[in-house]
């Protein structure tokens, strides 16, 4: 995963948010850049379930998060992708907020794509992401 990162270019900004441990401002930079091969990489390098019992991250960066996380090849990494999305969709406050009316939009795009994956792709921590999808969504 670091050599597909190094090869889309990991840029100053994003390698320095890293070394600080700034990870909320890396996961907001890096979505800004909406390029899969940087979320991954970053995913790989932010020590999730640690972060997640100490800080979170804020609202709409949990549901951005969630929605391009979404739209990956979930294929490739799954269970890094799996475990990112069980933990960001267990942060969700689904309060009515700025980022509520978009959560059922997002939550089910992710259930859609997780129900169209291919037979051949593990998808048992896929499927419990989608179980926690829909009991936010009722």
Known sequence: ??????????????????????YEDAFAHVLGLRNEVLLSYVCSQVPR??????????????LSLIQQLSRCDLRQHTNLKAGWLRDAMLALDTAPSHVHPFISDVLSVLSEVIGEMPAEVDVSELRLCAKIATSILR
């Open 1 to 22: 995963m670091q050599e597909e990162a190094r090869n889309v270019g990991i840029d100053d900004t994003l390698r320095s948010l890293l070394h600080e441990n700034r």
């Open 49 to 62: 379930s640690q972060y997640f019992e100490t800080q979170g991250l804020r609202q709409n960066v949990l």
